[in-house]
């Protein structure tokens, strides 16, 4: 097999795997005990989702820079798909719509008919609230209300081809990755003028799910600090010099300029998974982060769904009494205030997510009697190894030791529950 590689003195970057050539690779052993939640990634996840809500209620550009969340939530969901393909092959497809669509059909069973009753049109296309390959209607406060429904339009055509991504990418990686944002630099240049919105998406968040590819076979962690660094740091200021130069719609705002976006995006996942920390159990130590990041990775397509929903709502009450959006003390009352209607939201109708996920429902996860301060197995999961390789977690001999708790919390690789 022809090998695509970039190298810097000598050192590949990325290889295509001599082995798993097909789409169905070997599933885990039935010996093998449950694998281990990576909670390095369960927290990047968590901070994703709550710098999304932040973002949202403040409109503060600046943050799409610090944390650009929804490229770093793509790359993570790609690597779980990537799992998932290592151990189920083509049919991961459906085991990732099964645990995408039940929320979004509980939400469309509340909006859908108060967007009929306030005068959207009752016509074929309503039927894509059952499955949105194109973004579904809405009518005049639905579509701000319910804009986020893009993230899972994008998510479900991700989920389409991974099969054929996936098979692409462990023959060519380097080609495969690049091709997503060729395409969006021919957008952005002219070369390819008015494209559908699906295919900007593509272009525009295909590379961070490819990324996600690159994670869970091993690439990233095997770069050496020489080589990560220097590109890193060459995206970032590629894509800050083209903000800068070719600014978007939105000023600075990334989300207004698709190609600054994407480069910046690229340099920051290289970093933050490239350098994934070998040893997590720093997250658990403190009893009250560790159960937030597992309920907002639990109930994380809960909030982000209906997050929206409640700045909306909330953006006109909090100016009547005077708390206006435009200064801080607005600012923290409004983030306050969608934070709590989420947690009634995540009461009411988060359990669809268990139920979606096999799991037994849960109130408020990671709060009740079995919630543990140490990371919970995941059932569907692979570890990462070196590339190509599915690694595994065996039992172990319990050695009394006062590290042994710690010790349990070492985690062996890329895992990942509800990549949203």
């Known amino acids: 097999m022809r090998k695509f590689t970039f190298s810097s003195g000598g050192l590949a970057l990325f290889r295509s795997p001599a082995e798993g050539r097909g789409l169905c690779f070997p599933p885990l052993t039935g010996n093998s005990s449950k694998l281990m939640r990576n909670r390095y990634l369960d927290l990047l996840r968590a901070l994703a989702v709550v710098r999304v809500v932040v973002y949202h209620v403040t409109g503060w550009a600046a ?33 990732r719509l099964r645990r995408l669509l039940p929320s979004l059909w509980m939400l469309a069973a509340i909006f859908v008919p108060a967007m009929l009753l306030t005068g ?36 479900l055509w991700f989920v389409l081809v991974s099969p054929l991504a996936w098979w692409l990418f462990r023959r060519a990686p380097l080609p495969t990755l690049l091709v997503p944002y060729a395409l969006t630099a021919a957008i952005e240049l002219g070369l390819y003028p008015n494209p559908p919105m699906v295919v900007q998406q593509f272009g525009l968040y295909l590379g961070a799910w490819m990324l996600g590819f ?99 709502a909330l953006t006109p009450l909090v100016d009547v009494v005077g708390w206006s959006h435009q200064n801080l003390l607005g600012l923290a009352i409004r983030v306050v205030l969608v934070f709590a209607l989420l947690g009634v939201v995540i009461m009411l109708v988060g359990w669809v997510e268990d139920i979606a996920a096999r799991r037994r429902p849960e109130l408020i996860p990671g709060f009740g009697r079995r919630a543990a301060s140490a990371p919970e197995a995941a059932a569907e999961q692979p570890a990462s190894g070196s590339a190509g390789q599915v690694g595994t977690v065996r039992k172990q001999p319990v050695v009394p030791t006062p590290r042994s708790a710690e010790n349990e919390r070492v985690q062996a690789g890329s895992v990942d529950s509800n990549a949203r």
């Open 63 to 95: 943050m799409t820079l610090v944390f650009p969340a929804m490229s770093v939530m793509f790359a993570l969901a790609g690597s779980l798909m990537a799992a998932s393909l290592h151990r189920f092959g083509t049919a991961a497809v459906g085991r």
């Open 214 to 312: 690159a994670h869970q076979e091993g690439m990233l962690r095997r770069l050496a600090n020489r080589v990560l660094w220097p590109t890193a740091i060459a995206l970032v200021a590629l894509g800050g010099w083209w903000n800068l130069t070719q600014p978007g719609t939105k000023g600075l705002d990334l989300n207004g300029n698709p190609l600054a976006n994407a480069l910046w995006s690229a340099g920051v996942i290289l970093v933050v998974l490239g350098r994934e920390p070998a040893k997590t159990a720093w997250i658990d130590r403190n009893a009250l982060v560790s159960r937030l990041v597992t309920l907002i990775n639990r109930r994380a397509l809960t909030v982000y769904l209906w997050h929206m929903a409640f700045v909306v």
């Open 120 to 155: 959207l049109p009752l016509t074929p296309k309503v039927l894509l609230w059952l499955f949105p390959v194109s973004d579904p209607p809405a009518n005049h406060w639905g579509a701000l209300a319910l804009s986020p429904i893009w993230y899972l339009r994008n998510y």
